[in-house]
């Protein structure tokens, strides 16, 4: 059958109104304001504050927490905002080679947006932390990359109530989460279980006692000391079933073996699922191989270098080591940040693969978690 089309019998009105539009628009632009349009507007001051990218901070401050945990209060020059449990990238140029290292933030949001301060609390392990606290001195410049992580109270994702459960330097999101309930910027119940081997193991306790109130608890449980007004072994089922009741997400900071141990406590009362259990990733590390050297060429942009690999270390170890600056953020595969294209060679990843299965498909991997298993070519971005 054919179309039959609808006769337009208004079009020629259409043709009229345009017209007509001409000098209604000539009109208008006459009596405009002849100041220029502004250079910036609020919106796009908001969008800096929010992400305002790798910025240069000065070190202001460092006090000593423990004796093997420090805190640096970095000078921000700007505000900033981030959610209490983010962390920040902290990288530095140390000899010849560009080291970076993502550390959950230990001050609150109102520091950052009021006080233009943003403050890391480190543990004396692994090569950069140790050389934060032995070198790293006042009025030292670092890059300070955009707060970034999913460790922080969503009140659509978690429940109103929270159990922290904190070991060695993971008390650090969980001090400035406490800061944050205290300040107002957050709005939950934190009861915090946080485990150490003696009382001189513990950072930033007199400021968290300070804190306690409403909506803020902390428990101490020694594992190597037996101490009046404090809970002695380890964070087992029967402790957590003591502290929390009912519908409460668990959050947990600290190292990959009391994570092992927790999970298997929480399973006892029934608290299983990402959507309960939350933790924070810890970095990659090394891995437990034969040592063994390969060749990596490396693109950026249209530069390509030739640097070596050790088949214990993960490609972005390679790379800074060699002095490359490359993008990471969390190094522990899970932003996406160091995104990087494999041209060529054989590669193990650390852990559980967490790249999209696009990615897998069309050859991408993560340098953070990636570690070479012969010669490699890649291409990554310029960091
Ligand atoms: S730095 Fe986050 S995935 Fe590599």
């Known amino acids: 059958m054919a179309y039959k089309f609808k006769r337009q019998i208004f079009g020629f009105m259409d043709l009229l109104r345009f017209k007509k539009m001409v000098p209604t628009r000539e009109k208008m632009l006459a009596e405009g304001s002849a100041e220029p349009l502004p250079k910036t507007f609020s919106v796009n001051e908001t969008a800096k504050i929010l992400h305002p990218g790798t910025r240069k901070v000065k070190l202001a401050e ?23 449990g983010q962390y920040v990238s902290l990288r530095a140029r140390i ?25 890391v609390t480190i543990k004396r392990a ?10 790293a001195a006042l009025g030292d410049e670092f890059e300070l990359g955009d707060p970034s992580g999913d460790f922080f109270h969503d009140g659509v994702r978690d429940s ?25 910027s957050e709005d939950f119940e934190l009861t915090l279980l946080y485990g150490a081997k003696t009382v001189k193991d513990l950072a930033f306790k007199d400021r968290l006692d300070a804190l306690c109130g409403d909506k803020f608890k902390v428990v101490y449980v020694l594992s190597d000391e037996k101490k ?30 009391m994570y092992d141990f927790a999970e298997k406590e929480l399973a006892k009362i029934g608290v299983t ?25 490396v693109h950026i ?21 060699a002095g490359l600056k490359v993008p990471s953020k969390c190094r522990a595969g899970g932003c996406g940040f160091c995104h990087s294209r494999l041209i060529d060679g054989k590669y193990s990843i650390a852990g559980a693969d967490k790249r999209r299965l696009a990615d897998v498909k069309f050859g991408f991997v993560h340098p953070c978690c990636t570690y070479p298993d012969s010669d490699m070519e890649i291409e990554v971005p310029r960091g």
């Open 95 to 119: 000899g010849g080679s560009v080291v970076s290292r993502p550390y959950a933030i230990s001050s609150s949001p109102f520091d950052a947006l009021r006080g233009n301060k943003v403050a």
């Open 301 to 321: 942009r249209d530069e390509a270098f030739d640097i070596k690999a050790d088949a214990r270390e993960t490609l972005l170890t390679a790379m800074e080591r």
């Open 62 to 84: 460092i006090r000593d927490e423990t004796h093997d945990i420090k805190t640096f209060v970095f000078e921000t020059f700007a505000p900033s905002m981030f959610r209490a």
């Open 160 to 184: 109103r109530r929270v159990l922290g459960i904190a070991g060695g330097s993971g008390i650090t999101p969980f001090f400035s989460m406490a800061q944050a309930i205290a300040e107002g």
């Open 273 to 297: 699922g990402a959507r309960r259990v939350r933790k924070e990733a810890n970095c990659v590390s090394t891995r437990d191989v034969k040592p063994q050297e390969f060749k990596l060429r």
């Open 126 to 135: 692994g090569f950069f932390s140790e050389w934060m606290c032995d070198n």
């Open 228 to 257: 009046d007004g404090f809970e002695h072994g380890f964070i087992t089922a029967e402790l957590i079933s003591k502290f929390a009741q009912g519908d409460f997400t668990v959050m947990m900071c600290g190292p990959q073996v």
